[in-house]
T-cell receptor, first 113, second 112 residues
Framework: GENVEQHPSTLSVQEGDSAVIKCTYS??????FPWYKQELGKGPQLIID?????GEKKDQRIAVTLNKTAKHFSLHITETQPEDSAVYFC????????????FGTGTRLTIIP | NAGVTQTPKFQVLKTGQSMTLQCAQD?????MYWYRQDPGMGLRLIYY???????DKGEVPNGYNVSRLNKREFSLRLESAAPSQTSVYFC???????????FGPGTRLTVL
């Protein structure tokens, strides 16, 4: 089955700086890669996703890049703000028929004011 | 939480007790999921249901049963709770054209 590894497990950045979280996956058939943000005491919330026919996707301060050859994808947050502090999870799945998302173990991001 | 409700929010059980966690959606989606979240282990799929009346095992199904009696509700049952089942449980639905899953607020379960 799919295996997703996520690094780092914790990350602290100064407010205004950029943060990068990286994930690798094992199954070359995976073609859908979402990122979730989880605030304390709440359920994970989808913040951005990318499919394997695209190399990069941006949404305001958030971007995701995908390298299919190397089987890794990354989340980039620019101009970080205190409200970006949370736990972030990456995930991978095969679209069209496979119902299962495999999650990374999470990154706790702390923005230092 | 994308129209996904979970009850209860918190629960404390003694070893051997049983309980059912409830999940309901108000968006008429086919696919529903149960995950557990443990520190340092991310989210692990327990069971999922691709449509009303069907269920399939996920990564960690042992000790759990599920029921999808109608399209709106998907319940998770612990027949004989064990301390290893202390966790936060999340229900999710799949919405949209791809594997986009949306999560409920969670149930925090402690088994003593």
């Amino acid at each position: 089955g799919e295996n997703v590894e996520q690094h780092p497990s914790t990350l602290s950045v100064q407010e205004g700086d950029s943060a990068v979280i990286k994930c690798t996956y094992s199954d070359s058939a995976s073609n859908y890669f979402p990122w979730y943000k989880q605030e304390l005491g709440k359920g994970p919330q989808l913040i951005i996703d990318i499919r394997s026919n695209v190399g990069e996707k941006k949404d305001q301060r958030i971007a995701v890049t995908l390298n299919k050859t190397a089987k890794h994808f990354s989340l980039h947050i620019t101009e970080t703000q205190p409200e970006d502090s949370a736990v972030y999870f990456c995930a991978a799945s095969q679209n069209f028929g496979n119902e299962k998302l495999t999650f990374g173990t999470g990154t706790r991001l702390t923005i230092i004011p | 939480n994308a129209g996904v409700t979970q009850t209860p929010k918190f629960q404390v059980l003694k070893t051997g007790q049983s309980m059912t966690l409830q999940c309901a959606q108000d968006m008429n989606h086919n696919s529903m999921y149960w995950y557990r979240q443990d520190p340092g282990m991310g989210l692990r799929l327990i069971y999922y249901s691709a449509s009303e009346g069907t269920t399939d095992k996920g990564e960690v199904p042992n000790g759990y049963n599920v029921s999808r009696l109608n399209k709106r509700e998907f319940s998770l049952r612990l027949e004989s709770a064990a301390p290893s089942q202390t966790s936060v449980y999340f229900c999710a639905i799949k919405a949209g054209a791809a594997d986009t899953q949306y999560f409920g607020p969670g149930t925090r379960l402690t088994v003593l």
